[in-house]
């Protein structure tokens, strides 16, 4: 299993959709995990952290299941503005300092 | 408004030349990362500061790449000679480290390399 995994898409979904994309780790060890947000020709921003089961933060939610080792993002109501890449992180080692990113789900909210 | 700053945002170059990139992290950050990104590979990890000393540069080739911190203002990835096969868009972060997993990153220095 690679470090980190995601599926690239494409995701095309309508505006006010629900949306979800997966993420996969091999390190067990790993105890904290990002997803960060990359818009077109910017730089990557973080926009949620997972420590435990999991995380809310309005429309969006991040889960954890360790016994799979899988990571999710949950978007709500989609807006045209959620269009973006979106990176799924862990940390390599279990080092909190060194981040491995993966390759990105690319979503497309249309109108 | 604290950022990370690199420069040069673009650089067009020929195959052979020496490039070098700088980053000034945050002020107070003690971890530097320089990663690559282009469309077929994502995000690779280049090298990892902490405290200015490297912790890790195995995803860096070291024949070419060599990745610096003369001082806790600046952090310079330079590659010499360059090859096409280098073109890439380089990006700085920097971090406290710990649990928080919050990198700040620059805009991107975007290498092309003919």
Not at chain 1, 31 to 39: K, T, V
Not at chain 2, 11 to 23: A, D, L, P, S, Y
Not at chain 2, 36 to 57: C, H, I, K, S, V
Not at chain 2, 91 to 111: D, Q
Request: charged share 20%.
């Amino acid at each position: 299993r690679k470090e980190v995994e995601q599926d690239p898409g494409p995701f095309n979904v309508p505006e006010g959709a629900t949306v979800a994309f997966n993420c996969t780790y091999s390190n067990s060890a790993s105890q904290s995990f990002f997803w960060y947000r990359q818009d077109c020709r910017k730089e990557p921003k973080l926009l949620m952290s997972v420590y435990s089961s999991g995380n809310e933060d309005g429309r969006f939610t991040a889960q954890l299941n360790r016994a799979s080792q899988y990571i999710s993002l949950l978007i709500r109501d989609s807006k045209l503005s959620d269009s973006a890449t979106y990176l799924c992180v862990v940390p390599r080692g279990g080092s909190q300092g060194n981040l491995i990113f993966g390759k990105g789900t690319k979503l497309s909210v249309k109108p | 408004d604290a950022r990370v700053t690199q420069t040069p945002r673009d650089k067009v170059t020929e195959m052979g030349q020496e490039v070098t990139m700088r980053c000034q992290p945050i002020l107070g950050h003690n971890t530097v990362f320089w990663y690559r990104q282009t469309m077929m590979q994502g995000l690779e990890l280049l090298a990892y500061f902490r405290n200015r000393a490297p912790l890790d540069d195995s995803g860096m080739p070291k024949d070419r790449f060599s990745a610096e911190m003369p001082d806790a203002t600046l952090a310079t990835l330079k590659i010499q000679p360059s090859e096409p096969r280098d073109s890439a868009v380089y990006f700085c972060a920097s971090g406290l480290g710990g649990l928080t997993g919050e990198l700040f990153f620059g805009e991107g220095s975007r290498l092309t390399v003919l």
